[in-house]
């Protein structure tokens, strides 16, 4: 991630919640008061975000010191000590739900990242995400997609572009949709095109588009068609698929399964802060 | 909610979807195509956010027409219209998936409080939830948990005074630690004390303070130290609490059930765009 | 005060007074040449922001040394040394407008409450700010107040429910009013209740709101109304009170007076930069 | 003022106060609840911001029907209505204490400028402000400054060159300040010397520079001064000048006199928003 | 380009140059006075922008009325009017300068771009630009390339992989770097290779890029390596291309070159107000 | 420059390349990989911006060690290097391209600024820029101008007055301009005339303004009217200068000779990042 993107982000979260001050931190305890804590998982995980508790700290007093034990994409079990903290009591206390809202959900997310590569085990199948992020906190879960082995889809809408059904109806032919696009497009740009009919992957891979998904298909379809595709297109499965239903993909040899639940119906990772 | 928050922050949030352009729509319909569409519910569950898509239609192109047909904190259910846009076709698909993440987050959070909401009828204890939001969207988490039924806790450290086990510990006792924050605090300021044991829930009773909080609890001993505070004094139980044993304290009387999970652990809400 | 939000606003100030650089300053002194300076008092009064002198200059330049010798919310003289800076001239010289205008107009907010608490020794009654504060510079202003031994009534419109004269018109009653509000209200925010009538004020009482404000009263009034409130509800007195006023309000008992011109008409405290 | 500026600090002022919204008001009033409400003087002054008013309501509601039946430098006194407001309830009285707190401030300073104008009657010198401004506030309050009959001296550090002792100092003469000065200037800029010396003024008027500051002078030094000074230059009177000694300086015969007070220590007009 | 980024960045540009307000304009014409003015070419070339003339307009006067004559990509010559203005004769002339400054800019890039087009003609090879633009301004920059004509290469550093001398002087081997990248790419990435040698050319097709860059070749040697890369993967040329040299590359069939120069050494196109 | 202000515009800068991250460095060079580099010269011009790499490696990361060896308006020629860095090796190729596209296109300001300046030797007249400046780059081209040996004319409509032919029209004479205008101008803003007629010329002087422009006129007509004007006033000669007709200027003797193309079509000086 981007380090001057995350500071500005990190700022911006810690003002949400702390506002003008932590009324309850700087009532009790004096501004001298040193302590040490740390951060620790109280279940079986995979570790997303740990750079933030640097930065977050760095950010609500520099003299903060932090020492990360776990790196990103590595498993932790309950009681494993994920940082230590040392310094002024009332910045340790003040950033702490920040912090944990933002490695409890990024580490939520790589997580179950892992399980769905743990499931399309041992294919070659890669899982990637989707654009159903949660608004203003796109890079931390596409990062944390990453720590959990897998794949970024677009970050956005400029850096790709997608061929709908209603892009397609518009233009006529999915022929003439890429013909459309690729007369705007430059050399980096990649087009991937929806399908949902043999017809159309057929017309896709003679349109040579980069990219073909398969959408809202059974597995038995999807190999079918997957046989269909040259070597030199890759194909994605989209539309529907979930922890529970992902082993049905297993035997399809397609390049990448997207899964939208990876970021937008997750659950968070229990961590905690303790020990001072 | 304040909507000139909800303009600045869907104006970040569609910035970061959109980029320089969304490349896809822009080389395949003209600018001045237009059409019609519908936002409509996929499942069942209660709605949050409707607002959402006419403001950030607007910030895109004023002159696009929005109707909407449903109220945030109503029913919908499979195939039910909430909103029906107009206007430039571009600029439908071009904030279409910002607006469903918006929508379909909200509305599961709607949703899940709702539940927990019915799970507590009848008795008088009332739903609320935590700081464990999502950064950077804590705003529209939290009107989403209002929208289900729920009440708001505290905003952020800045607006309720929250005594925990470290505060006591560092202060002494609960007793002190409330005199040290009560000697800064303004009229408006609330204390809430964390509990973990009776001797705790008495010292809070004496020390007078505004809400007694008890943490990580079975619901027996809930029930008979609840029956130990006085009218005057709000009760709220948190730790560990989800709608798999939420309906274990229906009949413990307290005031407020707080759920981290209604936040932090959250199915989207189906919603789709279509019709176009 | 949240530091990270006077480093974000100090950027502000300091590049609305520096703009693109400090032509002066730039033109006579070599960007090599270091000082040393001092800011000191030049009229009695009570000292608040020093922090301000510390992060203002390290925005500009990490290298500059910045003592602070003064706490806030202690008394200065004419003379009293603040703080000493050392460093390159030309920072020590571009800063200290800024650095300035923030102390002196915060010490004279400190100096002023600090009077008004003076004046209602030796009773319990405590002195405390309003909303009409300098819009842009309220986090400051509320934090002078302090550390002129005052204490801060609400941050704003969305951290306690204040009912006055047209809320109660509109809801029917005080009752009323309250029950709307309540219904929609978590369990940590307090409500203030308006009066201007002694049936006013029973029928706060009734309602168990948590704070009665007597709105423009005299104070003999005042002292009556303030034998009907049981002590499980705070008073507070406000309208058109200054410090020439003030002590007639000594006897009445209330928990706190508010005072408008504490931030809205006050007069800066004589503070300089010298030595050089 | 540039009214893009004045949208993005009022924007800024607005969030400050009304945070993620007004509990208050928005648990009484219905959004449909339209209302008529108006801006009135509750004491004699001079009028700044009336522009203030229609902006901010617009910004948080372009419904919002707002007519202002004075302008910018006009008297009101006591029950003069200043603007007359229709719209929603809710943001009618949500954006009241932020349009009021800077109604209230800018008039306070067109005012007392105003007042010290009349003093300086029947001479030529004008009134002008200094960079003493509530940080984050100066555009509104030089602009304030106007309003009641003042002239606004630099702007900040970055658009006119003001050369004070110790430039001098350092430079070695007011000679060789200027020297070093105009080496780096384009056409454009002016420049202005302090002076606490005949020498000074002497040398000063030898080095041709644009303006010349009689510093911290008594009237009748300043005086004998200002005689020395040819009428290609400008003359202004600056230290510790309030509107009490003010009229000594009546009969001096400068160009400008300059007043800190009118911008760090001036009295808000009492103006309130009533008949709803 | 994204309108609400326009937007954002107009805001941005148009309080750079007017600060607090336009001194002489506002001085000179009253509020009330209207006028008609209208910007019109003053030599031939390609227009870019006309979307700003509006845009910047109404965000300094929403009742300016702007009539666009000309569409981006259209060649215009002296004289040729391009946009008409009306309504209030302060907002027609405070908003001049930035609106000339960007139309001016914007339409220098496409003119030269055009003319790189035209050069190319009749070979099948595109012009693209680099990321060699002015810093906060490329969004601007990359959309006035196309409209001359040209293509966009990568938007920044996330939306493409180019591998440089450097990458694979590290990483062993181009077939080396391309692995260790394509290890960490999701499926809408393309990648780039810079090549100087025959060998590299075809170890780049051998690990099977998406694009090669032919780095600072002569033509001659272009069009001989052009023949070994087979039409799935695309071709660019690039390296000290000017629109002197660049006739020199019309026969050696690549797909793409590209032309720093395009936005970092180019002539504004001469743009006036006039007619008021 | 503005420390604050470079800081802020270089984090906007560097995001606007940077995005979420730089996919191909961070995919080939492990977090821990350091090394060496060098910023140079590849032709010879004059260099500006020189601080731009400091503060640009120090926001990416501060332990990357910057030493730069050539000073602002010093010469450079091909193969001099500008500055040395050392550290991780993802930072230092991170940053390269904007601080590139900073670098060359400043140091291009300057060493056109620098070739007007030579041209116009002996004379004693100065070089100066204009507002014809890249939106959002202002301070850095203007500063860039003083880096070549020339001066800055005003930094926005904030800064000065300059009255053109449309006031005039407006007002009725450049005295009757001129007056309305000095009504409203503290002491220190200066007033240009823009004047294209002997009659306008002497209109000027007679109305005492500060500085006289003349507009797109011939070098002969200036010569005569120059000699019209008092030491007292200082001239200006605007127009379609360029590097070209620059040398008929040299003895016309006015004080300022302004450029456009010194920021509006400059070519970038080359300057290379490389020996890592």
């Known amino acids: 991630m981007n380090h001057l993107r995350i500071k500005q982000q990190l700022e911006q979260f810690l003002i949400e919640d702390i506002g003008v ?9 004096p501004a001298h008061r040193v302590g040490e804590a740390c951060f620790f ?30 790196n990103d994409g590595e498993e932790v ?23 944990l809202n933002m490695l409890q959900r990024m580490s939520g997310i790589a997580t179950m990242t ?4 743990q499931i399309m085990q041992p294919s070659n199948t890669k899982i990637c995400d989707t654009r159903k992020t949660t608004p203003g906190f796109r890079m931390f879960e596409k990062y944390a997609v990453t720590c959990g082995g897998g794949y970024n889809h677009r970050i956005g809408l400029y850096d790709g572009v997608m061929i709908k059904d209603n892009h397609i109806a518009f233009a006529g032919s999915i022929r003439q949709a890429i013909k459309l696009v690729r007369h705007q497009l430059g050399p980096m740009v990649k087009i991937e095109v929806e399908t ?26 999807i190999a079918q ?7 030199s297109i890759l194909t994605e499965v989209s539309g529907g698929i979930t922890l ?4 049905l993909y297993r035997h399809v040899e397609v390049d990448f399964i997207s899964l939208g639940c990876l970021t937008h119906s997750v659950q968070s990772l229990d961590i905690s802060l303790g020990g001072m």
Chains 1, 2, 3, 4, 5, 6 share one sequence.
């Open 77 to 99: 079990t309950n009681g494993d000590i994920i940082a230590t903290v040392k310094g002024a009591v009332r910045t340790i206390l003040t950033g702490e739900r920040v912090i």
């Open 21 to 29: 001050h932590d009324i309850s931190t700087n009532a009790i305890f």
């Open 114 to 117: 892992n399980q769905a590569v």
């Open 41 to 70: 998982a109280k279940e079986t995980g995979v570790l997303a975000g740990a750079e933030i508790i640097k930065t977050a700290y760095q950010l609500l007093d520099p003299t903060l010191q932090v020492d990360v034990h776990v």
């Open 244 to 247: 529970e239903n992902l082993s």
């Open 225 to 231: 068609w997957q046989k269909l595709v040259p070597s």
């Open 196 to 221: 949902e009919s043999e017809a159309e992957v057929n017309e896709a891979i003679d349109a040579q588009c980069d990219v073909i998904m398969f959408d809202n298909q059974s597995a038995e379809t």
